[in-house]
């Protein structure tokens, strides 16, 4: 009976990867995600390599029920998923016989174009064929190929304003579920995204932890995220409202005139908010404009067209998370999506950003899945802001857990929908364990900043194997 079970189970390795097969030996992510077992099984060295140029990709197993066997022959089928080939590139459906060298496949080829390819490799043993997988290659133009991406979520909350868990244990959760950056964003509060980032000042966390604030403006229904600026905004009404008041009515003063309908006291108040956070070099982002309270959007429509035609925000915060229950009755983010396509077609300039609002980690629908990818030089602040300003960001969504989607300029939406599927969720898994271990030093343990530490690296190391060293021309 053992022998039977072990044959079959010999067996089912060796078939094709199915679907069901997946769901059931890769666990979804806290993103919804899940690991293909392909790139479960085996490493694609390198996964993103320059467009219009050849590069050497390697094919490795990881494990021994998945190990090239002597005697058998390979050959990958080729598809671009997008453009075919028109100077040289591989012809689609042509099968490129490979053979085993150090227990790899390697091959070398001219990846054509801005594009996902897709790589079939079959194998025939003792006359038969079968599928060992589908593997996948994203070619990438030099601008965006220098850069990488992050993600993060700009927006949530601690029990320092209307949250449960504590500023830390907000910081360490955002690393469990993937994220390269975060900022905590308390009502009304700076202090509290501070607190975040001491709470790691000592441990290698490959976490970058930045600080933020919801501002909420005296008689100013808009909620503004204040996303890495150096100081706090609240504190500047909080401590003289009178000082605050002649300001906004000065930039009232000087403004030029508006529509009818629109408020000028609030119009003035977002411009004041938004200039005193470049002041201290953050990003002014405008939050979940079509949010409903009170049976009713938050922002009367008249003042949402003038800041959309004035472009007074930073960015927009395109995807939002909100309980299931509220999506439901009221689905804002398809709202604004659809605001965001008009405007863009209008011509504007509207740079986006997905985000949580998570109000209690772990008992959030949104969280680990609203998140915003920035394609970015480094992770360094300005690198990030400046990331989203230049329109080189898109919002993520994944609201029931199981397909994401992505927002933004299409051709960074089209990358991103290969980065979900095929680097962030190797990505995610090697996160977990660093972001539980954060949660368990902010609780006192001892032991975890040293864990810590021994898991520096590992991210960074993932994509170093995914992204191809250009060559010289």
Same mark, same amino acid.
């Given at each position: 009976?053992?022998?039977?079970?072990?044959?079959?189970?010999?067996?089912?390795?060796?078939?094709?990867?199915?679907?069901?097969?997946?769901?059931?030996?890769?666990?979804?992510?806290?993103?919804?995600?899940?690991?293909? %077992?392909?790139? $479960?099984?085996?490493?694609?060295?390198?996964?993103?390599?320059?467009?219009?140029?050849?590069?050497?990709?390697?094919?490795? +197993?990881?494990?021994?029920?998945? %190990?090239? %066997?002597?005697?058998?022959? #390979?050959?990958?089928?080729?598809?671009?998923?997008?453009?075919?080939?028109?100077?040289?590139?591989?012809?689609?459906?042509?099968?490129?016989?490979?053979?085993?060298?150090?227990?790899? =496949? @390697?091959?070398?080829?001219?990846?054509?174009?801005?594009?996902?390819?897709?790589?079939?490799?079959?194998?025939?043993?003792?006359?038969?064929? $079968?599928?060992? /997988?589908?593997? @996948?290659?994203?070619?990438?133009?030099?601008?965006?190929?220098?850069?990488?991406?992050?993600?993060?979520?700009?927006?949530?909350?601690?029990?320092?304003?209307? /949250?449960?868990?504590?500023?830390?244990?907000? *910081? /360490? *959760?955002?690393?469990?579920?993937?994220?390269?950056?975060?900022?905590?964003?308390?009502?009304?509060? #700076?202090?509290?995204?501070?607190?975040?980032?001491?709470?790691?000042?000592?441990?290698?966390?490959?976490?970058?932890? #930045?600080?933020?604030?919801?501002?909420?403006?005296?008689?100013?229904?808009?909620?503004?995220?204040?996303?890495?600026?150096?100081?706090?905004?609240?504190? =500047?009404?909080?401590?003289?409202?009178? *000082?605050? $008041?002649? !300001?906004?009515?000065?930039?009232?003063?000087?403004?030029?005139?508006?529509?009818?309908?629109?408020?000028?006291?609030?119009?003035?108040?977002?411009?004041?908010?938004?200039? @005193?956070?470049?002041?201290?070099?953050?990003?002014?982002?405008?939050?979940? +404009?079509?949010?409903?309270?009170?049976?009713?959007?938050?922002?009367?429509?008249?003042?949402?067209?003038?800041?959309?035609?004035?472009?007074?925000?930073?960015?927009?915060?395109?995807?939002?998370?909100?309980?299931?229950?509220?999506?439901?009755?009221?689905?804002?983010?398809?709202?604004?999506?659809?605001?965001?396509?008009? !405007?863009?077609?209008?011509?504007?300039?509207?740079?986006?950003?997905?985000?949580?609002?998570?109000? /209690?980690?772990?008992?959030?629908?949104?969280?680990?899945?609203?998140?915003?990818?920035?394609?970015?030089?480094?992770?360094?602040?300005?690198?990030?802001?400046?990331?989203?300003?230049?329109?080189?960001?898109?919002?993520?969504?994944?609201?029931?857990?199981?397909?994401?989607?992505?927002?933004?300029?299409?051709?960074?939406?089209? #990358?991103?929908?290969? &980065?979900?599927? !095929?680097?962030?969720?190797?990505?995610?898994?090697?996160?977990? !364990?660093?972001?539980? &271990?954060?949660?368990?030093?902010?609780?006192?343990?001892?032991?975890?900043?040293?864990?810590?530490?021994?898991?520096?690296? $590992?991210?960074?190391?993932?994509?170093?194997?995914?992204?191809?060293?250009?060559?010289?021309?």
């Amino acid at each position: 009976m053992r022998r039977s079970l072990t044959l079959l189970a010999a067996t089912a390795l060796a078939a094709p990867l199915t679907m069901a097969a997946s769901s059931l030996l890769c666990p979804k992510l806290p993103s919804g995600a899940q690991v293909r %077992q392909e790139n $479960r099984f085996f490493d694609v060295r390198p996964r993103i390599v320059p467009a219009n140029r050849e590069s050497t990709v390697e094919i490795v +197993p990881l494990h021994e029920h998945v %190990q090239f %066997q002597q005697g058998c022959t #390979y050959e990958f089928t080729y598809a671009p998923m997008l453009s075919l080939p028109q100077h040289g590139g591989w012809a689609p459906g042509r099968k490129i016989a490979v053979v085993p060298e150090n227990g790899r =496949l @390697r091959f070398t080829a001219f990846f054509e174009g801005e594009q996902e390819h897709a790589l079939v490799l079959e194998s025939t043993c003792n006359g038969k064929k $079968r599928t060992v /997988g589908h593997f @996948r290659v994203y070619s990438l133009a030099d601008d965006l190929y220098g850069l990488r991406p992050y993600k993060g979520d700009f927006h949530m909350h601690s029990h320092y304003s209307d /949250g449960v868990e504590s500023p830390a244990y907000v *910081a /360490g *959760a955002c690393r469990r579920a993937g994220f390269h950056f975060m900022a905590l964003t308390d009502h009304r509060n #700076y202090a509290a995204s501070i607190k975040a980032k001491e709470a790691f000042s000592s441990v290698a966390a490959d976490l970058r932890i #930045y600080p933020g604030e919801e501002v909420h403006s005296p008689d100013n229904p808009v909620h503004i995220v204040s996303f890495g600026a150096d100081a706090g905004i609240t504190e =500047l009404y909080r401590n003289d409202d009178a *000082a605050y $008041r002649k !300001e906004v009515a000065a930039l009232m003063e000087s403004l030029p005139a508006t529509p009818a309908g629109v408020n000028r006291f609030q119009y003035a108040a977002c411009k004041w908010v938004g200039d @005193r956070i470049r002041e201290r070099n953050g990003l002014a982002m405008f939050c979940h +404009p079509y949010w409903v309270t009170g049976n009713r959007n938050n922002v009367d429509e008249a003042l949402l067209d003038h800041i959309f035609a004035t472009g007074i925000f930073d960015a927009l915060e395109l995807i939002s998370g909100d309980s299931r229950e509220s999506m439901v009755a009221n689905d804002i983010n398809a709202l604004q999506v659809a605001r965001y396509a008009e !405007e863009r077609a209008k011509g504007r300039r509207v740079a986006v950003c997905g985000i949580s609002d998570t109000h /209690g980690i772990e008992h959030s629908d949104a969280f680990g899945r609203f998140f915003t990818v920035c394609f970015a030089a480094s992770l360094d602040l300005p690198d990030l802001i400046g990331a989203v300003r230049d329109l080189r960001s898109v919002a993520v969504e994944c609201p029931a857990g199981d397909i994401q989607r992505s927002y933004g300029p299409f051709r960074l939406v089209r #990358y991103t929908h290969f &980065l979900l599927r !095929e680097v962030f969720p190797q990505h995610d898994e090697l996160c977990f !364990e660093e972001g539980r &271990l954060m949660i368990q030093h902010a609780s006192g343990d001892t032991q975890a900043a040293a864990q810590i530490a021994a898991l520096h690296g $590992r991210t960074t190391a993932l994509y170093d194997r995914c992204w191809a060293t250009i060559p010289a021309r």
